[in-house]
């Protein structure tokens, strides 16, 4: 577990805990990650629960380190504790519901889950989340006009902590389960010499046009014996059986 801040437990003596949980949105991350970047979904836990935020839903609670199906855990910062319990917390939640986060309140570039994580850390304990959590964010603001409007308005995690797969953002790389095999070949076949070609080919007249062929070819070859026999006077050819 990442420390940053100080002070340990969950509801201690010196106050309540505040943790920040934070996940890969893509593969991409091993190689942003290192240069204090990425594409991260973010969840800030408090006495077992992670609070967090996406389109549709808003502000809503998830198990720790499980909260985001389609994401992948990379990190737990302890960034310290505030004065309070329950109580406090929850006038927190509500300002913050009331003021930005509401259910349609969702913006990938200026208001998403990371930005949601900033302010409740700053509102309990007045300080920020450490910066390379959502710096992509911030720079991709400064590209926010090339980007689809329904790309900023839809989270890779929903509002009800499910995966937005299908019908998320767009950028989202994590799957929550196996693609879908692709429907089998339904048609019927035949094979060469199988009893069904067969029969098939005799229902198409297969056997007759085989026969005339035969006829045809005797009766060619009757000819040209003829031809043979007036030019040359001979006996007539024996017909080909």
């Known amino acids: 577990m990442a420390m940053y801040g100080?002070?340990?437990?969950?509801?201690?003596?010196?106050?309540?805990?505040?943790?920040?949980?934070?996940?890969?949105?893509?593969?991409?991350?091993?190689c942003l990650h290192p240069a204090g970047m990425g594409l991260h979904h973010s969840g800030v836990e408090i006495s077992g629960v992670e609070y967090s935020f996406g389109s549709g839903g808003g502000i809503y609670e998830a198990v720790p380190r499980e909260g985001a199906p389609g994401a992948r855990f990379r990190e737990r910062l302890e960034l310290g504790s505030y004065e309070g319990g329950s109580t406090e917390l929850r006038t927190a939640l509500d300002e913050l519901r009331g003021a930005s986060f509401g259910p349609g309140g969702y913006n990938l570039l200026q208001r998403n889950c990371n930005h949601f994580a900033d302010a409740l850390v700053r509102a309990l304990l007045g300080r920020p989340i450490p910066p390379h959590v959502n710096r992509l964010a911030a720079l991709g603001n400064y590209f926010s006009c090339l980007l689809p409007k329904k790309m900023l308005e839809a989270s890779p995690v929903g509002g009800d902590g499910t995966s937005a797969v299908g019908g998320g953002s767009g950028y989202q790389v994590y799957r929550t389960g196996a693609a879908a095999p692709a429907a089998a070949f339904m048609g019927r076949g035949l094979r060469l010499g199988s009893a069904s070609s067969e029969a098939n080919g005799s229902a198409s007249g297969a056997g007759g046009d085989l026969t005339d062929r035969r006829e045809k070819a005797r009766a060619a070859a009757l000819a040209r014996a003829e031809r043979r026999q007036n030019v040359g006077g001979g006996a007539p050819a024996e017909p080909m059986q």
């Open 6 to 30: 100080g002070s340990s437990g969950g509801r201690t003596r010196m106050g309540t805990k505040v943790y920040l949980n934070v996940y890969d949105l893509s593969p991409a991350n091993d």
